[in-house]
């Protein structure tokens, strides 16, 4: 079981940027797949969700407006674009997958917003 983020960076506040998350070893488009992140000193917060066909979405308050996940199941992929990028919004963003008593993490991606 894998699941690999990328697209993380630098950039500046307003601007935007698109996480992916691959992910392979087991049945992808049976399992719900979530964005949590951690900022320096805090605890890791759930961001957004998406059901395994991808019809329901779930955002943290915080993020709602802003950012949109979504996903391929044909291409095994989860993606969070973020839009408006705030300084707040640095952390390390990992992607999940969970079905039942299935939970697998990724290794995360630095994503730092700072002029």
């Known amino acids: 079981v894998q699941l690999v983020e990328f697209g993380g960076g630098l950039v500046q506040p307003g601007d935007s940027l698109r996480l992916s998350c691959v992910a392979c070893g087991f049945t992808f488009n049976s399992y719900h797949m979530r964005w949590y992140r951690q900022a320096p000193g805090k605890e890791r917060e759930l961001v957004a969700s998406?059901?395994?066909?991808?019809?329901?979405?779930n955002y943290a308050d915080s993020v709602k407006g802003r950012f949109t996940i979504s996903r391929d199941n044909a291409k095994n992929m989860v993606y969070l674009q973020m839009n408006s990028l705030k300084p707040e919004d640095t952390a390390v963003y990992y992607c999940n997958g969970h079905l039942g008593s299935s939970n697998y993490w990724g290794q995360g991606t630095q994503v730092t917003v700072s002029s």
């Open positions: 998406v059901t395994s066909t991808g019809g329901t979405t």
